[in-house]
């Protein structure tokens, strides 16, 4: 595969004589089906230079392109703010977001979140990209946040993130000391109702799995990794409560502590993914923010 700015070409080459252009997108490329029939729709596939139905029959060597980048809208107001970025190119960027910033509008929170910062930044380089979310942390999480820049992107990581290779790690400072230096939580998670944000273990629910390694413990509390094997809503705060070993300053699962920390004491800090359009991994790191190192130090000292 080949990528130039917004056209990524695919060489065939396959076993059979032919096989259709949607079966080989689909099949071979791991293409979406909603991506293939939007691109296909707009006209962005062409075979040998020429546009191409999806009915089209390939051969080997005949060569694909996909044009992934176009003008495109999105009902977010674009709003200037101070980004700390991680990583860019012309896929993806992914932002470290801070404690405090919603992720996405929503009904309660329409201007401040990360994606009108995001929208403003991309407007301002006169790119043609919207924000699409690859993934999501809660507002008083901080951490990595990755964006795709066009539709492609965006379908390929959510389809890579299922495979080994795609990993997300956190750190948390939890209540009280483990017993084992690791291990595994396996627990469904429920949510409560349509009305709460709240959820639960419980058998109705999801199968939701999260390893935990334990990085450092102090007389009553302990810094750990944890890395989402799924990605259900609040699964680390719910999995840690479960076991005993709340999050510091968790309110909905824990206790609200301002005395340690204004809020839950997680922090999205490792992120390894492969590349959209060339499927080299790439590794990302986040230093752990200030507000829970002072909390390490304040715990240090009891």
């Known amino acids: 595969m080949e990528s ?23 099949e071979v490329a791991q293409c979406s089906s909603r991506f293939i029939r939007k691109a296909a729709r707009e ?10 139905r999806l009915s089209y029959m390939l051969t080997n060597n005949d060569i694909v392109e ?12 674009p709003e200037k703010m101070d980004l700390d970025i991680i990583y860019e190119d012309n896929d993806i960027i992914v932002v470290n977001k801070p404690k405090g910033i919603v992720v996405h509008p929503t009904k309660r929170h329409l201007n401040g979140t990360l994606s009108n910062g995001v929208l403003y930044y991309f407007n301002d ?7 699409r979310l690859v993934n999501r942390l809660d507002m008083d999480t901080s951490g990595l946040v990755l964006i795709a820049k ?56 999801q199968r939701s799995i999260t390893l935990f390694k334990v990085i450092e413990q102090y007389k009553n509390a302990s810094l750990v990794e944890l890395t989402l094997e799924t990605g259900r809503t609040h699964q680390i705060r719910v999995h840690l409560s479960s076991i005993g070993h709340p999050i510091y300053g968790d309110s909905l699962y824990g206790e609200e502590e301002p005395q340690y920390i204004d809020r839950q004491a997680l922090h999205a800090y490792k992120l390894q993914i492969p590349h959209p359009k060339d499927g080299k991994i790439l590794k990302l790191e986040s230093s752990l923010p200030e507000d829970m190192k002072n909390l390490i130090i304040k715990l240090s000292e009891e």
């Open 125 to 131: 380089k006169n790119e043609n990209s919207i924000v």
């Open 43 to 52: 006209g962005r596939i062409k075979v040998n230079g020429n546009n191409a």
């Open 66 to 77: 996909l044009q992934i980048n176009r003008k495109e809208e999105q009902d977010i107001i």
């Open 150 to 205: 066009n539709a492609y992107s965006h379908m390929a990581l959510s389809r890579d993130m299922q495979k080994d290779d795609f990993v997300k790690k956190y750190l948390a400072i939890v209540h009280g000391n483990f017993n084992e230096d690791s291990g595994v939580i396996d627990k469904p998670i429920y949510r409560v109702g349509e009305g709460t944000l709240k959820r639960i273990i419980d058998e109705r629910g």
């Open 4 to 26: 130039k700015d917004n056209i990524i070409k695919l060489k065939v080459e396959i076993e059979t004589e032919e096989i259709r252009l949607n079966h080989y997108l689909k």
